[in-house]
Structure formats: structure tokens, C-alpha cells
């Protein structure tokens, strides 16, 4: 049995799909818009919105997206990712290990977020712990520089000069990436959305 579901107008949203729906109105300033997406319209007098579902997973989708994006970001896309992941402007920085304002200055602009903080940022957002994937990348670094110097005198060295140009190449990466203010778009048939409910 299918829910019908009324507007405000007194009639009623049914499903259709639409070639573009303008979602930034849902992503807090980020502009974006959604690609062959279901969506519900009032049959009186046009209002459209979306299922809850769709919601909820193109945000999921846009925040990963965000946080694995190279390069910096900027307040737009640091206060979305705060936002997503449920944390005040205080306990993002609690979490940091910086204070508030510091957090209200990187969300509007006012100084850019440091490497290290975006890093941990990005891990909050995948859900990944930061600490241990540090710790596993340096005692693996460690057990290659080991394996180089009991391999050859001359490979610790030349190990060595590999991880050196590895930071600098990310520096560079880093420096000549500007955050992103272009739209995204994004195709709802590539989100991982439950199947959908009629209305």
C-alpha cells in the first residue's frame, strides 16, 4: 500500500525522477546539484523535496567526497564536515587538540586550517583512528629503513632521499591547491541509497 503523503497546500507529493534537483539548500552553503534523482512533488502546487533516505545518503557521499579531497579546504567545506560529523564548533576542537576560535576562524575564512588539523579532521569524517594508522606507518618506515641499511649501506640514503622528494611533492600539492567553490554534481543512480519508498 502505497503512503500518501500531503503538502502544506493540501495536496499531495507523488515520485517522479528529474534529470537535475538543486541540493544546496540541504548542504549548508556547498553548492550542489544532484544528477536522475527521485524525488517528491506536490500535485497541487509543485513544491519538491526528497525522501529522507536520499538525503541523509548524499550527504554521507558529499562529505567523504570532501574529505578525501587533495588540497586545502575552505570554512564552507571545514564547517560541513564538522556539521556531519555531529560536533559543536568546542568539541571539534577539543577533539583537535586546538581551541574554539581557532575553529570559528577556520570556518569563516579567517586563517586556514593547518595541515595537521586537516588530517585529523579527515580522519574524523572517515572514521578512521588517526593515532594507530600513524603508528603502523611509522613502524613501517622504520622496519623499510632497517631492511635498507642491513641490505646495502648506500639504500638508507637513497630511501631516505625517496621520502624526502614523497613530502615535497605533497607540499607542492598542497600549496598550489586552492579550496573549491565550483557546484558539485552529483549522480544519485552512484549513491548507495536504500531502495525507494512510494509514497
Known amino acids: ?27 549548508d552553503g556547498l553548492q550542489v546539484t544532484l544528477q536522475n534523482v527521485p524525488v517528491l512533488r506536490c500535485d497541487r502546487c509543485g513544491e519538491t523535496t526528497l525522501d529522507g533516505a536520499i538525503i541523509d545518503g548524499t550527504l554521507a557521499t558529499l562529505a567523504q567526497s570532501i574529505a578525501i579531497t587533495e588540497g586545502k579546504l575552505g570554512g564552507i567545506e571545514l564547517r560541513f564536515l564538522r556539521k556531519q560529523i555531529l560536533l559543536t564548533q568546542q ?29 585529523r579532521l579527515r ?10 594508522n600513524l603508528e603502523k606507518f611509522h613502524d613501517a618506515l622504520e622496519a623499510a629503513f632497517a631492511a635498507a641499511r642491513q641490505a ?8 631516505a632521499n625517496a621520502v624526502a ?7 607542492e600539492s598542497r600549496t598550489n591547491s586552492a579550496p573549491s567553490r565550483e557546484r558539485r554534481v552529483i549522480d544519485a543512480r552512484k549513491l548507495d541509497l536504500p531502495p525507494s519508498r512510494d509514497p
Open 165 to 171: 622528494l614523497l613530502q615535497q611533492a605533497a607540499q
Open 123 to 132: 580522519a574524523l569524517v572517515l572514521g578512521g583512528d588517526l593515532h594507530a
Open 91 to 119: 568539541e571539534l576542537a577539543d577533539r583537535l587538540g586546538c581551541n574554539r576560535v581557532t575553529v570559528a576562524d577556520w570556518e569563516r575564512d579567517a586563517q586556514p586550517i593547518s595541515d595537521h588539523h586537516l588530517l
Open 152 to 159: 646495502q649501506p648506500g639504500a638508507e640514503r637513497l630511501l
Open 1 to 27: 500500500m502505497k503512503r500518501i503523503l500531503p503538502c502544506d497546500c493540501g495536496g499531495t507529493f507523488r515520485a517522479e525522477k528529474v534529470a537535475q534537483f538543486d541540493f544546496s539548500p540541504y548542504a
